[in-house]
């Protein structure tokens, strides 16, 4: 069985837009979705998360590269693959007018899926006690969970969500992401996109961060972030003359309140070498604690200047 669900080599999208300029959409992309847990696919608007997916399903045509889903290559063998893979790109078409039950009925006719089965997956996104109520009347939250319970009608192995939290109030992104995360630990891989990256940190096992089609990161969220520059609060009596010596000694130095903020050189940096050298100029330390380093400060270190905006990949 292949350890990779999801593979892109060298992967390209170029668009050429109804003015006649050349888009670069994505850009030597190479993806490597590991099986099991959540993957986040991670970056700002504009930065080809859509268009990635989109070649990955066949949606669209990639302009050069190669692409593997279960380690057979797309989308020459996507019809050997597709029943392993439920994905949200596209706001799903339901009937208004019907129940969120009877639509997921007519789908699992079409797709030969039992009752129970229709069943089973109301019950995984949590629509139970809402399944009679007309589609038309759902909340977005809802709309979303039943466009999932879509998917989950053939119990995929692999699951594609493009920003399904995008819309949502506070309570419905919860909602989606506790469900993302009961999938991911019964075993489905899910590769969720964003590009709000607090929204989704909480349940990623690994992320893979792009900006202007191109990967920036990629990786276990821990291991990204125990390579991400880590600093440490230090409270000091005289912190405008401590913030002198240990910037002379090279530190990056900031003030933040009555204390300073110092980075490290690495995180596994001992702090001490701070202590030792304010100490060596008669100043003393009464507060040194090590702040954590955030991914959502490392995915906009990384990101920024990525965003929508000017973009140098447009030809005229
Ligand atoms: N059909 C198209 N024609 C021309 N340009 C396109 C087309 N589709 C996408 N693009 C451009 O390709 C780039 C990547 O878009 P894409 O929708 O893949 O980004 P995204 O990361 O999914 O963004 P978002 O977070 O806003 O959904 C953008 O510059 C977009 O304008």
């Given at each position: 069985m292949a350890s990779t669900v999801i593979e892109t080599r060298g992967l390209r999208k170029e668009f050429r837009?109804?003015?006649?300029?050349?888009?670069?959409?994505?850009?030597?992309?190479?993806?490597?979705?590991?099986?099991?847990g959540?993957?986040?696919?991670?970056?700002?608007?504009?930065?080809?998360?859509?268009?990635?997916?989109?070649?990955?399903?066949g949606l669209s045509r990639a302009t050069r590269g190669q692409m593997a889903l279960f380690g057979e290559t797309v989308p020459d063998r996507l019809p050997q693959v597709l029943q392993r893979?439920?994905?949200?790109?596209?706001?799903?078409?339901?009937?208004?007018?019907?129940?969120?039950?009877?639509?997921?009925?007519?789908?699992?006719?079409?797709?030969?899926?039992?009752?129970?089965?229709?069943?089973?997956?109301?019950?995984?996104?949590?629509?139970?006690?809402?399944?009679?109520?007309?589609?038309?009347?759902?909340?977005?939250?809802?709309?979303?969970?039943l466009a999932i319970a879509a998917t989950l009608l053939r119990d995929p192995e692999l699951l594609i969500l493009d920003e399904p939290t995008n819309?949502?109030?506070?309570?419905g992104i919860r909602d989606?992401?506790?469900?993302?995360?009961?999938?991911?630990?019964?075993?489905?891989?899910?590769?969720i996109s964003s590009h709000i990256l607090a929204e989704v940190q909480q349940v990623c096992d690994s992320v893979s961060i792009i900006g202007r089609g191109r990967l920036l990161a990629s990786g276990r969220v821990a291991d990204l972030l125990a390579g991400s520059a880590a600093s440490v609060r230090v409270g000091v009596t005289d912190p405008a003359r401590a913030a002198e010596v240990l910037a002379a000694a090279g530190f990056g130095v900031r003030r933040e309140g009555e204390?300073?903020?110092v980075e490290l050189a690495t995180p596994t940096d001992d702090p001490a070498r701070i202590t030792r050298?304010?100490?060596?100029?008669?100043?003393?330390?009464?507060?040194?604690?090590?702040q954590t380093a955030d991914l959502e400060s490392f995915f906009l270190d990384l990101t920024h200047g990525t965003g929508p905006g000017a973009d140098p990949r447009e030809d005229a």
């Amino acid at each position: 069985m292949a350890s990779t669900v999801i593979e892109t080599r060298g992967l390209r999208k170029e668009f050429r837009t109804r003015r006649g300029r050349h888009v670069v959409a994505v850009d030597a992309l190479d993806l490597a979705v590991p099986r099991g847990g959540v993957h986040g696919f991670l970056g700002p608007n504009g930065s080809g998360k859509t268009t990635t997916i989109r070649m990955l399903l066949g949606l669209s045509r990639a302009t050069r590269g190669q692409m593997a889903l279960f380690g057979e290559t797309v989308p020459d063998r996507l019809p050997q693959v597709l029943q392993r893979v439920g994905a949200v790109v596209e706001n799903p078409k339901f009937t208004p007018t019907f129940t969120g039950r009877r639509n997921l009925q007519l789908l699992a006719r079409t797709a030969g899926v039992s009752s129970r089965q229709v069943d089973a997956a109301i019950e995984r996104v949590g629509l139970r006690g809402r399944e009679h109520e007309r589609f038309g009347g759902y909340s977005l939250g809802m709309k979303q969970r039943l466009a999932i319970a879509a998917t989950l009608l053939r119990d995929p192995e692999l699951l594609i969500l493009d920003e399904p939290t995008n819309g949502l109030d506070p309570a419905g992104i919860r909602d989606i992401r506790d469900m993302i995360r009961d999938l991911g630990n019964d075993g489905v891989t899910v590769l969720i996109s964003s590009h709000i990256l607090a929204e989704v940190q909480q349940v990623c096992d690994s992320v893979s961060i792009i900006g202007r089609g191109r990967l920036l990161a990629s990786g276990r969220v821990a291991d990204l972030l125990a390579g991400s520059a880590a600093s440490v609060r230090v409270g000091v009596t005289d912190p405008a003359r401590a913030a002198e010596v240990l910037a002379a000694a090279g530190f990056g130095v900031r003030r933040e309140g009555e204390g300073l903020l110092v980075e490290l050189a690495t995180p596994t940096d001992d702090p001490a070498r701070i202590t030792r050298l304010l100490a060596g100029h008669e100043m003393w330390v009464h507060e040194l604690s090590r702040q954590t380093a955030d991914l959502e400060s490392f995915f906009l270190d990384l990101t920024h200047g990525t965003g929508p905006g000017a973009d140098p990949r447009e030809d005229a």
